[in-house]
Nanobody
Framework: VLQLVESGGGSVQAGGSLRLSCEVS????????MAWFRQTPGNEDERVAT????????HIADSVKGRFTISQDNAKNTVYLQMNSLKTEDTAMYYC???????????????????RGQGTQVTVSS
């Protein structure tokens, strides 16, 4: 069973930084499509970034481009979302998610990433 556990959220002032972690456990092949999403009450999930497990980042949302980056520690099976120059509008619950095993380009729709962690809250204050 594939499990994702996020951590690293918290409260920070605008302009600050946080690094979120997503620990991946269970059976997962290199190249599997994964993503970071964020959700605020009453709004749809926003895809922050898409990447391949133990692979490249394939998409970064325009709203975070230049501020957020993905990195991975293969030895720890952990994916990181480094968030710099945080803005109040970055306040959200952040989820790490995995898509179904497949070939071809990674999809963008939240429903294409059915495996999710419990999320970690990020609150940015002005």
């Amino acid at each position: 069973v594939l499990q994702l556990v996020e951590s690293g959220g918290g409260s920070v002032q605008a302009g600050g930084s946080l690094r979120l972690s997503c620990e991946v456990s269970g059976v997962i092949a290199s190249g599997r499509c994964m993503a970071w999403f964020r959700q605020t009450p009453g709004n749809e999930d926003e895809r922050v970034a898409t990447f391949r497990f133990r692979g490249d980042t394939t998409h970064i949302a325009d709203s975070v481009k230049g501020r957020f980056t993905i990195s991975q520690d293969n030895a720890k099976n952990t994916v990181y979302l480094q968030m710099n120059s945080l803005k109040t509008e970055d306040t959200a619950m952040y989820y790490c998610a995995a898509g179904r095993p497949s070939v071809g380009p990674c999809d963008s729709a939240p429903l294409s990433f059915p495996t999710r962690g419990q999320g970690t809250q990020v609150t940015v204050s002005s």
